[in-house]
């Protein structure tokens, strides 16, 4: 079964022939290589681009071995570049595989893969896009080693739109198993829920940490960042920082950890795609604030899998995938605090500080989005709401509960919703 990406798909046409390299990036085994070398291929085919126009080499294959220096790379694809001036497409999967030989590395002049790519683009008609794994090449090597050549397009795993036309199921039996399961291809695509969770398993152990390990070199082959893995991946959703783990790792997993080394490994888990942080934005005072923070997996399944599937709290995995969801489209995210005043048991006035789930910017829009997983009666509609009632302002604001409700909006203004509509429907979040 082919599970077509169309939203990355639409990018990729927005970006073509933009002068920059297009670079594909993302958790490894989220469909980087499909989406370029078949989606879009295919898509190139149709629009009549033939074989002769698409350059395209994957450096993982043993066949292109010799491929794997830059001069031998760049002469390779420069001889297979047509000289009709039509455009010409050029793919190069796990670009980051391309290195020179090691009696070259400190030589003046040495040629590295970005001198290559920069060599292309300045062919005229050349257009060219390549894929880096996340063991290698982060968005911040993108950001550092490209600069104003290169544009990355941020893969994902199967957002739930796209996990509910993959599975074939109904709507609810998609959901449940989406948030058991989560979307990274192969996981969906897997016969049964025994091999399902192998391969998901499989993926933590043998990829992702022993990339980690390998590329910041970890002393004590990566169990203490397991250990921290555990820990972020069980609290999801939750307010930490590095003191707060360094203590969690010490007291449950009997762990020392200094904070420093704590928020360097933190670091090297979201650089790594396989958690993203939401900081948290005061919103009366309008500023950040330095700390605690959340912690979202970058997929379910893959938490899920980490954990042992023993930990399966839908109100927590709901708000995760929110998060994903709205990152996905492009948002930024932040979690909200708002200050106000009340009463204590005595009567006396006192300020506090209550959240608001997201804080979404969409460009020139914002919105309040709460995440509430069951609103039985009016008091916990009252007690979700209440941070989104003091917010004193009149941006739109939702909460977002389990099920299927259709968007229905209070006297207040607020908005309720079901999560799956909302997953469903881009236009709820702005109204459209």
């Known amino acids: 079964m082919i599970i077509q990406r169309t939203r990355y798909l639409d990018r990729l046409a927005k970006l073509e022939g933009n002068g920059l390299v297009k ?6 085994r989220c469909g980087k290589s499909f989406l370029l070398f078949t ?26 071995a010799p491929l794997r220096t830059p001069r031998a790379l760049s002469a390779w694809i420069k001889a297979r570049l047509p000289s009709d001036g039509r455009p010409t497409y050029v793919l190069v999967d796990e670009i980051q595989m391309c290195k020179p030989p090691e009696e070259e590395k400190d030589r ?38 490209f600069r104003d050549r290169g544009i990355e397009v941020r893969v994902r795993p199967l957002c739930f739109a796209e996990y509910l036309e993959a599975s074939g199921r109904e709507k609810a039996e998609a959901w449940e198993n989406y948030l058991l399961w989560g979307g990274m291809p192969l996981a969906v695509l897997a016969p049964d829920d025994a091999e399902r969770a192998a391969y998901l398993r499989s993926l933590f152990e043998r990829i992702y940490l022993r990339d980690i390990v390998e590329r910041y070199s970890l002393s004590d082959d990566g169990r203490a960042m397991e250990a921290l ?75 899920n899998a980490r954990l042992n599937f023993r930990q399966h709290e839908r109100s927590h995995l709901m708000e995760n995938a929110i998060y994903e969801e709205l990152v996905l489209r492009g948002c930024n995210v932040d979690v909200g605090v708002v200050e106000t005043v009340v009463k204590d048991k005595n009567g006396k006035s006192v300020r506090s500080n209550t959240e608001i789930d997201f804080v979404v910017n969409t460009g020139t829009r914002k919105v309040y989005v709460q995440s509430a997983f069951a609103i039985p009666d009016e008091a916990k509609r009252e007690q979700e709401t209440f941070s989104l009632r003091h917010t004193g302002d009149f941006f739109r604001k939702i909460v977002v509960t389990d099920g299927f409700q259709r968007p229905l909006a209070g006297e207040d203004g607020i908005v309720t919703v079901g999560v799956v509509p909302f997953l469903l429907d881009p236009g709820i979040l702005l109204g459209s």
């Open 229 to 303: 893995v555990d820990v972020l991946a069980s609290g999801v959703g939750s307010l930490t920082n590095p003191y707060r783990l360094a203590d969690a790792l010490e007291s449950a997993r009997g762990v020392r950890l200094s904070r420093p080394t704590v928020a360097a490994y933190v670091e090297h888990l979201t650089d790594s795609f396989l958690f993203e942080k939401a900081d948290r934005w005061d919103v009366k005072g309008k500023r950040y604030l330095s700390s605690p923070s959340k912690y979202y997996a970058t997929d379910l399944g893959l938490r």
């Open 108 to 145: 003046p002049g040495c040629v590295t893969f970005h001198d290559v790519l920069a060599s292309l683009m300045k062919k005229p008609g050349v257009d060219v896009y390549v894929t880096g794994s996340n063991s290698e090449m982060l968005s911040k090597d993108v950001a550092s080693s």
């Open 39 to 64: 989606l879009f291929r295919d898509v190139l085919r149709r629009k009549g681009v033939d074989d002769a126009h698409v350059v395209a080499v994957q450096l993982d294959d043993d066949d292109a």
């Open 23 to 28: 670079i594909v990036t993302g958790i490894r």
